[in-house]
């Protein structure tokens, strides 16, 4: 992840998705603050998934 965040243009959207997840809390919203943070864990996954395949094949990581 700490790859990620060093390149990571995507700061704003993380910080707004942080900030709904809070929100969810303070409204007490169980069903949203079940499936936002699941969301979020997903896509920062794929995110980096998809850092790490584009790197991989332009030669900047090897397996």
């Known amino acids: 992840m700490r790859a990620l965040l060093s390149v990571a243009t995507e700061m704003p ?3 707004h998705q942080h900030a709904e997840i ?3 809390f ?3 919203d ?3 603050a079940d499936e936002l943070p ?3 864990v997903l ?3 794929a995110s980096l998934a ?4 584009d790197h991989r094949s332009k030669g ?3 397996k």
């Open 13 to 15: 959207e993380t910080q």
């Open 22 to 24: 809070l929100d969810t």
């Open 26 to 28: 303070v409204r007490r």
């Open 30 to 32: 169980p069903c949203a």
């Open 38 to 40: 699941r969301a979020h």
């Open 43 to 45: 896509d920062a996954g």
């Open 50 to 53: 998809n850092y790490l395949n």
């Open 60 to 62: 900047g990581i090897k």
